[in-house]
């Protein structure tokens, strides 16, 4: 059927409205392809975003710091500086060398990491965080509701039961949705986790499958977290949910720490430590001479001297050894020739008493160069108490006995996670943070290996979970707590945690809107540059007015000046110069955000302090940073022959 006279036909059809119209031209324009195929449900949070935009604002008197700030009381404030009287003449800053000038640690020193808490649909948080975030999250763990019909998957305010008919195609319109805004986040070295039953776990491999791509999976993981088995199954007790992986870019395993039975095996001692032997011979696939010609080479042994070498001529009274499979074929080594010249002393070369010949053989330390104890592959199947739910009810209560949570996930599982997928300086993201264990195991792994991770945590407040569960929870393990025991449990610290809620701005492009937005945008761009402490009231300004239109932050290596009246540009440039004075100046310079109608930042205005800033206009880099993650304005147009669509960027804020 042609289907240019099909759509011409719909265009005619009388007695439908224009969405009905438009709804069946795009089931014609539709092509079929392998993959998931799903009704699009509406969801409301998605709906509120074609005419708002997201925004954070602090909660502040739920901040937790692991120590007071000058404001707070915690040292004497400076004398306060005149940036009109604090002037730096333009030929001195030409001299100046801002790469050498003093300044504090960041999260790689002393301080602290700051922890956020976001509180509001996920959704909302995930936009916000495409303009402080993009690109920067290192490990993702998500534990998504499980859609199993019981009350514990809401759609538009509406719990999802196992009768709905689109049950999953909601379920899978909520995921996709989030799922493809997260993949924005990630690093280019980045992994996600994702935790999942089997009422889902087939659509959402496939999914996953599209979003993140199939060639990026690196595992599908069973983990055993009921011993015993649900015995309200009816024909089988299940033990068992999954935890889907999948990397970008070019992420690499950290492995996990080997466990005790794997380190029963390093048996042998010398003076670098404890060995076992490996044969280097390669086993399993492409292990044949023809798969790898160039790793097919003879090794000549001298029993009696118990040397061996590359050159037949070397050995006085020569045996050639070559990788032999067990079937007598000829196979190959797991070591170039290269390597293993560099590698010698850890060739040890014994006979085979049952095939009565010599093979060759490697140390394998069991301790790495920096004295840790190796890490190896985690296995496809995780199995163990520290990944049952009971472990995960029991360490709630251990902190927060009074709280009501089903099923909080195990520390020990976020943990595994985090051990083979974090660095000591990773950000992680978990945005259905729940009972918030992703916090309270990234705290407890910095304890434990001196890490500076930072961990973002995302949930709604519904029955007062985000401030009765996640963030109680997590204060008292920052705090400290007395467990179930009446024993006072020291708190983790060294931990900032900053609470957040959920905040909209009009999304017309208007003048007001503009400056609305750069005004309420201020937590936004602490969180970015990871900058918090206020030292605008370390200046004295001669102009009252631009007292209100600037605000400074400085805190350990970074500094933070945002300008909200290009009225107050004069003033900010002589601050700058002051900061310039005092050698305040950190490495990677001062980040200045300038309010603009457009897209100019004022450069020719800033022009004399160009060497020492980063420049950007606001709201122009919000909207940039929104532009492909927001919902399309609805339009009355309808849809032509896809082949005929123009190829155009979409005018989200128009």
Not at 300 to 322: A, C, G, V
Request: one cysteine or more.
């Amino acid at each position: 059927m042609n289907k240019t006279d099909l759509i011409q036909k719909i265009k005619q059809l009388e007695g439908i409205s224009q969405d009905e119209r438009a709804y069946l031209i795009n089931l014609v324009n539709t092509k079929k392809k392998y993959g998931l195929v799903w009704e699009d449900k509406p969801e409301d949070v998605e709906e509120q975003l074609r005419t708002q935009l997201p925004v954070l604002r602090e909660v502040v008197e739920k901040r937790i710091t692991a120590s007071p700030s000058p404001s707070e009381g915690g040292e004497q404030k400076k004398a306060a500086q005149n940036p009109q009287q604090l002037l730096f003449e333009p030929e001195n800053i030409e001299k100046s060398d801002s790469s050498s000038l003093p300044f504090g640690e960041g999260r790689g020193g002393a301080s602290a990491p700051n922890h956020i808490l976001i509180e509001g649909d996920n959704l909302h948080a995930l936009t916000a965080l495409t303009f402080t975030h993009e690109g920067q999250i290192d490990v993702m763990y998500f534990d998504p509701p499980y859609n199993t019909g019981n009350k514990d998957f809401k759609y538009n305010d509406t719990f999802v039961d196992k009768e709905d008919s689109y049950r999953h195609s909601k379920w899978l319109s909520f995921m996709d949705k989030r799922l493809r805004i997260a993949k924005r986040l990630l690093s280019n070295k980045g992994v996600i986790f994702i935790s999942i039953d089997d009422n889902e776990q087939a659509q959402l491999k496939i999914l996953c499958d599209e979003v993140f791509y199939e060639f990026n999976l690196v595992g599908n993981i069973t983990v055993v977290n009921n011993l015993k088995g649900r015995s309200d199954e009816k024909y089988i007790a299940t033990a068992h949910e999954y935890v889907l992986i999948y990397k970008n870019g070019d992420f690499a395993t950290n492995g996990v720490i080997a466990p005790d039975d794997y380190i029963a095996d390093y048996k042998l001692t010398d003076n670098k430590g404890k060995y076992r032997l490996l044969g280097l011979r390669k086993r399993g696939d492409s292990s044949l001479r023809e798969d790898r010609p160039n790793l097919f080479y003879p090794i000549y042994y001298d029993q009696f001297t118990n040397k061996w070498s590359l050159d037949e001529n070397e050995i006085q009274n020569p045996s050639i050894i070559i990788p032999k499979l067990s079937n007598g074929k000829e196979g190959n080594w797991r070591w170039g020739r290269e390597t293993l010249l560099k590698r010698k002393d850890e060739i040890v070369i014994q006979i085979v008493k049952k095939r009565n010949e010599f093979d060759v053989y490697q140390k394998d330390y069991l301790h790495n160069s920096d004295e840790e104890i190796k890490r190896i592959k985690p296995k496809s199947f995780w199995s163990g108490t520290e990944f049952s739910t009971d472990a995960g009810t029991k360490a709630l209560k251990e902190v927060l006995p009074e709280a009501f949570f089903r099923s909080p996930k195990p520390i020990g599982l976020i943990n595994y996670c985090l051990l083979q997928g974090s660095k000591k300086e990773s950000t992680i993201l978990d945005i259905f943070a729940g009972s918030g264990t992703t916090l309270h195991a990234t705290m407890q792994l910095n304890a434990d290996d001196g890490g500076n991770r930072q961990c973002i945590l995302v949930t709604n407040n519904e029955n007062n979970i985000c401030e009765e569960v996640t963030y109680e929870r997590n204060r008292r393990v920052i705090q400290g707590y007395t467990n179930s025991k009446g024993e006072w449990v020291s708190g983790l610290t060294n931990n900032n945690l900053r609470y957040y809620k959920s905040e909209f701005v009009g999304r017309e492009p208007s003048l007001k809107n503009k400056r609305e937005l750069t005004r309420l945008a201020t937590e936004l761009l602490c969180i970015k540059e990871d900058c918090y402490d206020e030292k605008t009231v370390d200046f004295v300004f001669t102009n009252k007015s631009d007292s209100k239109n600037i605000r400074f932050f400085e805190e350990n290596d970074k500094r933070m000046l945002v300008v909200y009246d290009d009225s107050a540009i004069e003033t900010s440039v002589e601050m700058i110069k002051s900061i310039i004075s005092n050698n305040r100046v950190p490495k990677d310079g001062i980040k200045v955000y300038v309010f603009s109608p457009g897209q100019y930042p004022f450069t020719e205005e800033f022009e004399e302090v160009l060497p020492f800033i980063t420049l950007c206009a606001l709201p122009d880099a919000i909207y940039k940073a929104f532009l492909n993650v927001l919902p399309k304005k609805k339009r009355q147009s309808i849809p032509e022959l896809e082949e005929d669509a123009i190829d155009s960027q979409p005018e989200l804020f128009d």
